[in-house]
């Protein structure tokens, strides 16, 4: 039982970080209508920032949010501007064929810069753990999970009950009509895009401590975002914010009963079993 309880707390905490990129992922996709193929490239960019401002700063990566998360935030507002934008009324196919040949270029960058070699972020916290009753868990797992929850509800709120929100809400269902009643269509884009960015930064400093980086583990972040986005309903906030718990959850469970070989290979026979038997995912809308 102690077993199983510990492999739950870990999915929970791995969950809410899947939780995190999908739901920006979502919002992304919910007001543009573009899939954005670099999410997972750039949490290795936003990791690699932490890596360079531990050795140059000295700075955990919970506080080096304070830094990347800004620099995320003009990168998405960039790559809206100049790349995005350009090509959003051309169809998904170019904007896809520019974020594949960006995942390339961003990988290489990274290899050259940093190498091949797998590296572990140092944190001051990386040893720490929580005791409730039997069970010992890692404080960056119960920081994960914790922050996840929090910041999830957070923009829960804010996409339920503000101005911003409901612009979002609007911009999602249809661009035209938004427009028509004086939203910003294309400013509401931009700081959707940009937020999206946002929580790249803060998943990357959350699993800093406990996550090997590497300039190759952007794909892979990116398809399980992608799978969950398809899980929770496209464009569906809440249900990225469940698809993501439940993710991490059933990682975690199949890893302690059927192994790392086939835990691994369950989340895709999860999406694929969706695609066949329910398309349009567990929700609609945003």
């Known amino acids: 039982m102690e077993l199983w309880s510990q492999a739950l707390l870990i999915g929970l905490a791995r969950g809410g970080i899947y939780a995190?990129?999908?739901?920006?992922?979502?919002?992304?996709?919910?007001?543009?209508?573009?899939?954005?193929?670099?999410?997972?490239?750039?949490?290795?960019?936003?990791?690699?920032?932490?890596?360079?401002?531990?050795?140059?700063?000295?700075?955990?990566?919970?506080?080096?949010?304070?830094?990347?998360?800004?620099?995320?935030?003009?990168?998405?507002?960039?790559?809206?501007?100049?790349?995005?934008?350009?090509?959003?009324?051309?169809?998904?196919?170019?904007?896809?064929?520019?974020?594949?040949?960006?995942?390339?270029?961003?990988?290489?960058?990274?290899?050259?810069?940093?190498?091949?070699?797998?590296?572990?972020?140092?944190?001051?916290?990386?040893?720490?753990r929580v005791t409730l009753g039997h069970l010992v868990l890692g404080l960056p797992h119960l920081i994960a999970f914790i922050a996840a929850l929090v910041i999830g509800l957070g923009f829960y709120w804010m996409l339920r009950s503000t101005d911003f929100g409901r612009a979002i809400r609007a911009v999602s269902e249809d661009m035209e009509t938004a427009s028509l009643m004086g939203i910003r269509v294309r400013r509401v884009q931009m700081m959707v895009w940009a937020l999206a960015f946002?929580?790249?930064?803060?998943?990357?400093?959350?699993?800093?401590?406990?996550?090997?980086?590497?300039?190759?583990?952007?794909?892979?972040?990116?398809?399980?975002?992608?799978?969950?986005?398809?899980?929770?309903?496209?464009?569906?906030?809440?249900?990225?914010?469940?698809?993501?718990?439940?993710?991490?959850?059933?990682?975690s469970i199949a890893g302690l009963t059927i192994g790392g070989t086939m835990a691994a290979a369950l989340p895709y026979i999860i999406f694929i079993f969706f695609l066949f038997f329910r398309p349009q995912g567990l929700f609609r809308g945003v």
Request: proline residues 4%; negative net charge; aromatic residues 12%.
């Open 198 to 251: 946002v929580l790249i930064a803060v998943s990357a400093s959350l699993v800093a401590p406990w996550w090997e980086v590497s300039p190759f583990i952007g794909l892979d972040l990116t398809l399980f975002a992608l799978i969950i986005l398809v899980i929770g309903g496209m464009g569906n906030f809440v249900g990225a914010l469940v698809a993501g718990f439940a993710m991490g959850l059933i990682e």
């Open 20 to 128: 995190l990129l999908a739901s920006g992922l979502t919002l992304a996709y919910a007001v543009t209508k573009q899939l954005h193929l670099t999410h997972g490239n750039f949490v290795c960019v936003a990791l690699y920032l932490c890596i360079v401002l531990a050795g140059s700063l000295a700075l955990d990566p919970y506080i080096s949010v304070l830094i990347t998360a800004p620099v995320l935030f003009g990168i998405g507002i960039l790559i809206y501007r100049y790349i995005l934008c350009r090509v959003m009324d051309s169809g998904i196919l170019v904007s896809f064929q520019i974020f594949l040949g960006l995942i390339f270029v961003i990988e290489n960058l990274l290899l050259g810069l940093f190498t091949a070699t797998p590296r572990l972020i140092p944190s001051f916290i990386v040893l720490h």
